[in-house]
């Protein structure tokens, strides 16, 4: 393990979610995964849980994401993989009473929304920056919750870099 942490989400000064995270990296390839898990309730009280393993390549290429939800009686498990050659996603969606396989083609660079913060921004570290500073992400998007929706979406972001002009850092309050 080379990093473990926690955030806890608040509302109107109050908790209402939490998340734990531990981040490992395998020295023989390199590779980094994030495990975190998510625990808030429900207006009702209902414990509502997220499970998420997110596998990266040492140069942060997704090779394999997991995101696990349960609430009550309800479960759903979606599952990406990547192809060796980065051109294809295998995408599962597994819930009590179906279960869906898809083949995603991908082109370029691409990683995988996920529900927790602490691989919210693992694609900034996917590929250096451009000469102009503006950068271009593929993002793979799931609406699909506890039944199949529809297909993953992919979602393209920006990302620009901007410095202080007068060279002071910058602290982030909140």
């Known amino acids: 393990m080379i990093l473990k942490g926690a955030y806890t989400y608040l509302q109107n000064d109050q908790p209402y979610s ?10 023989r390839d390199m590779s980094l995964e994030y495990q975190a898990e998510i625990f808030t309730r429900t ?3 209902e414990l509502y849980k997220v ?19 349960s609430l009550g009686d ?9 192809h060796r050659n980065g ?8 819930s009590k009473t179906e279960e869906k396989q898809l083949e995603i083609p991908m082109y370029g660079p691409f990683q995988i929304s996920t529900p ?31 039944r199949y929706s529809g297909p993953v979406t992919t979602k393209n972001i920006f990302l620009k870099r901007e410095g202080n002009i ?5 602290d982030i309050k909140g």
Request: hydrophobic residues 35%; glycine residues 4%; contains cysteine.
């Open 18 to 27: 939490e998340e734990n995270f531990s981040v490992y990296r395998d020295f």
């Open 43 to 45: 207006p009702e009280g």
């Open 51 to 69: 499970n998420v393993n997110y596998l990266l390549s040492k140069k942060f290429d997704p090779l394999r994401v997991e995101i696990t939800k």
């Open 74 to 82: 309800r479960f759903a498990s979606e599952i990406f993989i990547a």
């Open 87 to 94: 051109s294809m996603v295998s995408y599962t969606f597994v």
């Open 116 to 146: 927790d913060i602490c691989t919210s921004l693992l694609y900034t570290k996917n590929k250096k920056f451009n000469s102009v500073g503006i950068n271009n992400y593929n993002l793979l998007v799931s609406e699909n919750m506890w």
């Open 166 to 170: 007068n060279g002071e850092s910058s």
